[in-house]
């Protein structure tokens, strides 16, 4: 009994010390300043300058397009089944016919529906996934299309912390462009539940940083925190955990994150109550502004690597 003690309290001084150093972290971001990120209905920014992310309305799912100057592409996450004409609308119209990378961060229908279109009609060089399956007929036929694609399949677990390229940088229509760059710092560790098993990406590029999170739970937040330390996981833009559950999004890592601007992927009517107040809550304590596809649609960010911009369709 005393040794249950004993760890309940090691544990919550643990919590404290890790709200504490997020809140110093927070605290001098905050008063050194930063890159500044507004809502636009149009964007000052030219398309050949700037890195975009379009944060795509599939509904009650995810899927985010990165795209660097020069045309390179990513695929985070292909939304679900019922969403996949939406999503390849959205693509053909951009011109989209292959990727570098395609990111399935974990094998949840609303997350991988669409997977098996995007790997049979784009041409896709690498697939990035968690080593984590499911016994359903859509993980099946993802895997059957991952495999019959000949792209390299590249297990996340296994590159904890490591760095990948995307495009080749100093293309842009007006001179040199950053390179953009990702780091996966999740998952950390193997996990009972899926939503923790979701890969984590950080995007820079320049000096812009994002924070792709899956649908990454409480345990995986603190795991990272743990692993990589609050430094690691800031972002200017964060893609709110979990559709905007509050079993995501805790007051450490939203904290350690700091983004200013969040955006959170659900359908404007689903069976969750997403985003949950709590998480809404959190976000607005720290000034974040906060985007929903449920709202405004379809979301773009742009950067050149220093200015910031969001963009509603």
């Known amino acids: 009994m005393k040794r249950k003690a004993k760890n309940k309290a090691a544990a919550g001084l643990l ?3 890790v709200i504490a150093a997020a809140l110093v972290f927070y605290l001098i971001s905050r008063l050194v300043g930063g890159k500044q990120a507004t809502l636009y209905t149009s964007s ?3 398309p050949g300058d700037a890195l975009e992310v379009h944060f795509i309305d599939v509904g ?11 045309g390179a592409a990513m695929l985070i996450d292909a939304g679900p089944n019922s969403a996949e004409e939406e999503l390849r609308a959205y693509l053909n119209a951009l011109g989209i016919k292959k990727f570098e990378y395609v990111v ?3 094998p949840h229908e609303d997350h991988i529906g669409g997977g098996d279109m995007i790997m049979r009609e784009y041409e896709v060089a690498r697939v990035i996934m968690p080593d984590a399956v499911t016994a359903t007929a859509t ?3 993802l895997l059957d299309a991952i495999g019959k694609s000949g792209a390299e399949v590249i297990r996340a677990d296994d590159m904890l912390g490591e760095t990948f390229t995307l495009g080749a940088g100093g293309e842009s229509e007006n001179g040199d462009s950053p390179q953009a760059n990702f780091t996966i710092l999740g998952p950390c560790a193997e996990y009972g539940e899926l939503n923790n098993a979701s890969v984590v990406l950080r995007l820079l590029y320049g000096e812009a940083e994002f924070l792709f999170t899956g649908d990454a739970e409480a345990e995986s937040e603190c795991d990272q925190l743990k692993k990589f330390g609050a430094l690691a996981l800031h972002c200017d833009v964060l893609k709110v955990g979990h559709h905007g559950s509050a079993s995501s999004s805790t007051d ?5 994150t700091s983004p200013q601007i969040a955006v959170i992927s659900c359908a404007k009517i689903n069976d969750y109550g997403h985003p949950h107040r709590e998480v809404l809550e959190r976000l607005g304590l720290i000034g974040a502004a906060v985007y929903t596809t449920a709202d405004y649609g379809t979301i773009v960010i742009k950067t050149d690597g220093i200015n910031i911009e969001a963009v509603t369709k």
């Open 60 to 70: 009650q799912g995810d899927s985010a397009l990165v795209v660097a100057p020069g």
């Open 139 to 141: 993980f099946e036929r």
């Open 44 to 46: 000052p920014l030219q």
């Open 15 to 17: 919590r404290l010390a």
């Open 104 to 106: 399935f961060t974990h």
């Open 252 to 256: 450490e890592y939203i904290l350690a």
